[in-house]
């Protein structure tokens, strides 16, 4: 029998009586990160790799049965042994490591291969078995470094203040928005953030990531010089609402792997699109599934046939497990079809 397989509610490993990222209620659930749609309520033991504990906390409830991991720190469970390794996405997560009768699965949860400060840089981790997501599994989705995009942002920002104009930018609030503020010129105005973001902002500080001073956007009135200036980070669900009349003269941006597309952005009606993903683009799923030797690969949420197709053609035992990760706003899709618009 296989380690991991797939039931209704959700992955499932046999031999240690345990779910992975479970989308109904179960009895134990291993987590790989905090997002909504890999951690969800109702389940009666959840374990996770450490550095996520604050967050679960905070998006699940103070009151969830919860036992933690260091990464690489080994769990032995109705003969299975656990581990957790960084993934590299958001704060906490990571993938899981599973080895039971001489073989090994890994379960990478969601995960990118460009460390940028605000978590555990992502691990390869050496398997028989690999189960990878697929979010951005199309050939077009190809990232600048990171480092330019954070430029561009700067100068957006810049260039917005020099006209006076609040400068708006949509990013998810549990993980980009924390790597944005890691990463961008504080030094260039003013930063304030929705609601949604600061609660999320304190755990991120008190695991010890350092996040410039940020101001909760519903404080400073819309006549306050300092708005003029300022940058203001809101999710998605922001735009469009009457939250944003706050703002008054405003230029609004999207941070997204999704804005690769220039459809994407069209749909999205914001000026500017920058492409910034916390997961990995296709040459990143390549060389991470490269990595841990794999010669199996079970392929999830995204892109997945055409992925599990080009895996195949390398030689690889490729499949797809159906899942339902990918549905929270954290992870919206957007997807085109191949011939899509791509931006330069």
């Given at each position: 029998?296989?380690?991991?397989i797939?039931?209704?509610?959700?992955?499932?490993c046999p031999?240690?009586?345990f779910?992975?990222?479970?989308?109904?209620p179960?009895?134990?659930?291993?987590i790989?990160h905090?997002?909504?749609d890999?951690a969800?309520?109702?389940?009666?033991?959840?374990l996770?790799?450490?550095?996520?504990g604050?967050i679960?906390?905070?998006?699940l409830?103070?009151?969830?049965?919860?036992?933690?991991?260091?990464y690489?720190?080994r769990?032995?469970?109705?003969?299975?042994?656990?581990?957790?390794?960084?993934?590299?996405?958001v704060?906490?997560?990571?993938?899981?490591r599973l080895?039971?009768?001489?073989?090994v699965?890994?379960?990478?949860?969601d995960?990118?291969i460009?460390?940028d400060?605000?978590?555990?840089?992502?691990?390869?981790?050496?398997?028989?078995?690999?189960?990878?997501?697929?979010t951005?599994?199309l050939?077009?989705?190809?990232w600048?470094?990171?480092?330019?995009?954070?430029?561009?942002?700067?100068?957006?920002?810049?260039?917005?203040?020099?006209?006076?104009k609040?400068s708006?930018l949509?990013?998810?609030?549990?993980?980009?928005?924390?790597?944005?503020?890691?990463c961008?010129?504080?030094?260039?105005?003013p930063?304030?953030?929705h609601g949604a973001?600061?609660?999320?902002n304190?755990?991120?500080?008190?695991?010890?990531?350092?996040?410039?001073?940020?101001?909760?956007a519903?404080?400073?009135?819309?006549?306050?010089?300092m708005?003029?200036?300022?940058?203001?980070?809101?999710?998605?669900?922001?735009?469009?609402s009457?939250?944003?009349?706050?703002?008054?003269?405003?230029?609004?941006?999207?941070?997204?792997?999704?804005?690769r597309?220039?459809g994407t952005?069209?749909r999205?009606g914001?000026?500017?699109?920058?492409?910034l993903?916390?997961?990995?683009?296709w040459?990143?799923?390549?060389w991470?599934?490269e990595?841990?030797?794999?010669?199996?690969?079970?392929v999830?949420?995204?892109?997945v046939?055409?992925?599990v197709?080009?895996?195949?053609?390398?030689?690889?035992?490729?499949?797809?497990?159906?899942?339902?990760y990918?549905?929270?706003?954290?992870d919206?899709?957007?997807?085109?079809?191949?011939?899509a618009?791509?931006l330069?």
């Amino acid at each position: 029998m296989d380690l991991v397989i797939a039931r209704p509610e959700g992955l499932y490993c046999p031999a240690g009586d345990f779910y992975i990222d479970p989308w109904r209620p179960v009895e134990r659930s291993v987590i790989t990160h905090a997002h909504g749609d890999h951690a969800r309520g109702g389940n009666q033991h959840y374990l996770a790799a450490a550095p996520g504990g604050g967050i679960l906390r905070a998006r699940l409830g103070q009151d969830i049965n919860l036992q933690t991991l260091a990464y690489g720190e080994r769990l032995l469970h109705h003969g299975v042994t656990l581990s957790f390794h960084p993934a590299g996405h958001v704060l906490g997560s990571a993938q899981v490591r599973l080895e039971y009768g001489g073989e090994v699965w890994v379960a990478s949860g969601d995960y990118k291969i460009e460390p940028d400060g605000t978590c555990a840089p992502f691990e390869p981790v050496r398997c028989h078995t690999f189960i990878t997501e697929s979010t951005f599994g199309l050939p077009i989705y190809r990232w600048p470094p990171q480092a330019q995009v954070f430029a561009e942002i700067n100068q957006w920002w810049q260039a917005n203040a020099a006209e006076d104009k609040t400068s708006v930018l949509f990013c998810y609030s549990f993980g980009k928005a924390q790597r944005i503020l890691h990463c961008i010129d504080a030094r260039l105005g003013p930063i304030l953030v929705h609601g949604a973001i600061e609660p999320l902002n304190r755990v991120y500080r008190e695991s010890g990531v350092y996040l410039p001073p940020t101001i909760h956007a519903g404080e400073v009135k819309k006549s306050d010089p300092m708005m003029r200036k300022a940058l203001v980070l809101a999710p998605p669900s922001a735009g469009g609402s009457t939250w944003m009349r706050h703002f008054g003269d405003y230029s609004d941006g999207f941070a997204s792997g999704w804005m690769r597309l220039r459809g994407t952005r069209r749909r999205r009606g914001v000026d500017r699109g920058f492409v910034l993903s916390d997961h990995a683009d296709w040459p990143g799923l390549l060389w991470a599934i490269e990595q841990t030797g794999a010669e199996r690969v079970m392929v999830t949420h995204g892109s997945v046939a055409v992925l599990v197709r080009h895996l195949r053609e390398q030689g690889l035992d490729a499949q797809e497990f159906t899942t339902e990760y990918g549905d929270d706003e954290e992870d919206i899709t957007d997807t085109e079809p191949q011939s899509a618009e791509v931006l330069p």
